[in-house]
């Protein structure tokens, strides 16, 4: 019997993860982390078990008690835990908070990704699990970008690119060549609400990879959720760093885009 761990975040990519690992015949063992993996995650994989975000030692047990050696993690787990919720980290979990250099996205996960291996526990890359996934390059649309949302798309890239390197964010909002909202501790959605707003309609939304992304963890991500922020705002052009960002409920996407006369583009330069 092939198996393999699944730490579960927030979002829809655990169960499109876990579907995907099930069909290349592996079982599925997931550690659902509350109060953010989704309810139904259950009905996706072959067995569960809850566990807070907050309890690092349980978290790990539990993988071991299933015997894994193979995991994948997937699904967001917001940073902004760390500053405003209620959640109390068991004793690992201080440790390996006290251990970070610093508390960036890449410090944390490959802090993280270091303690289970010290456990016998290797993270394996999403991308794996998510061929069918990844946006191609091109448009996915059936309303193309103006000549000048394209301008902005390939203004948008160099900024996302760079604040991707910096470790801040991996999603930009602009207008008029100009930047209306970088992504930061908030989220992608949060980020297009907020510069949608301060752009007054007509926004290009973009979001990349990191330079040095590493498939294991924080590969961007958009789904349904992103659309909704854009229709909220009346943003008109989605452009993803084409193959390697995912798009979750590919077909739902393009059909609602349409309706909303919004553009879906893998792009890259």
Request: glycine share 8%; with cysteine.
């Amino acid at each position: 019997m092939k198996k393999i761990g699944l730490i579960a975040g927030t979002g829809e990519l655990p169960k499109a993860i876990s579907s995907e690992a099930r069909a290349q015949g592996y079982t599925v063992f997931a550690v659902a982390l509350e109060p953010l993996a989704d309810s139904t995650l259950s009905s996706y994989v072959d067995e569960i078990t809850w566990v807070n975000v907050g309890k690092l030692g349980k978290i790990i047990d539990c993988l071991k008690g299933y015997h894994i050696h193979e995991a994948l993690m997937a699904g967001k787990v917001p940073k902004s835990l760390l500053y405003k919720s209620k959640i109390v980290p068991d004793l690992r979990a201080v440790k390996f908070l006290f251990s970070l250099k610093n508390r960036s996205d890449d410090s944390i996960l490959l802090a993280l990704a270091k303690e289970l291996e010290k456990e016998g526990i290797h993270l394996l890359n999403i991308t794996s699990f998510s061929s069918n996934l990844t946006i191609s390059q091109g448009v996915l649309t059936e309303r193309s970008p103006t000549e000048d949302e394209w301008k902005d798309i390939a203004f948008g890239w160099k900024i996302a690119r760079e604040i991707g390197r910096l470790d801040i964010g991996q999603t930009v909002v602009v207008k008029n060549q100009a930047v209306m909202a970088v992504e930061a501790i908030e989220g992608t959605d949060e980020a297009i609400k907020r510069g949608g707003k301060l752009a007054g309609k007509e926004a290009v939304v973009v979001k990349v990879s990191k330079p040095d992304q590493d498939m294991r963890f924080d590969v961007p991500v958009v789904g349904l959720d992103t659309l909704e922020a854009m229709i909220e705002v009346g943003a008109r052009v989605l452009a993803l760093e084409a193959e390697k960002c995912l798009i979750l409920n590919k077909d739902k996407m393009i059909e609602e885009s349409k309706k909303a006369g919004i553009s879906i583009v893998g792009y890259s330069e």
